[in-house]
């Protein structure tokens, strides 16, 4: 069954996290020059009522949701 991660794992599952973070967040900054492939298309899609993801949005951050109205 599962188990809580010991310091070590937690430290590292903390860095793999910002790691994701600072890989997507270079992804949304292809709205600036968007290219023709997947991932340009994905960061420039519209969602919900319209609007673009902003960043916030994109990695996770729910606050970003109720700023919105």
Do not use: C
Not at 9 to 26: L, R, S, T
């Amino acid at each position: 069954m599962g188990r809580l991660a010991d310091e070590e794992e937690q430290i590292q599952n903390a860095k793999d996290i910002v790691e994701f973070q600072h890989y997507f967040a270079a992804l949304m900054s292809m709205r600036e020059a968007p290219e023709d492939n997947i991932i340009s298309d994905l960061a420039n899609n519209t969602i919900d009522e319209g609007s673009l993801a902003d960043q916030a949005r994109g990695l996770g951050d729910d606050s970003a949701n109720s700023r919105r109205g």
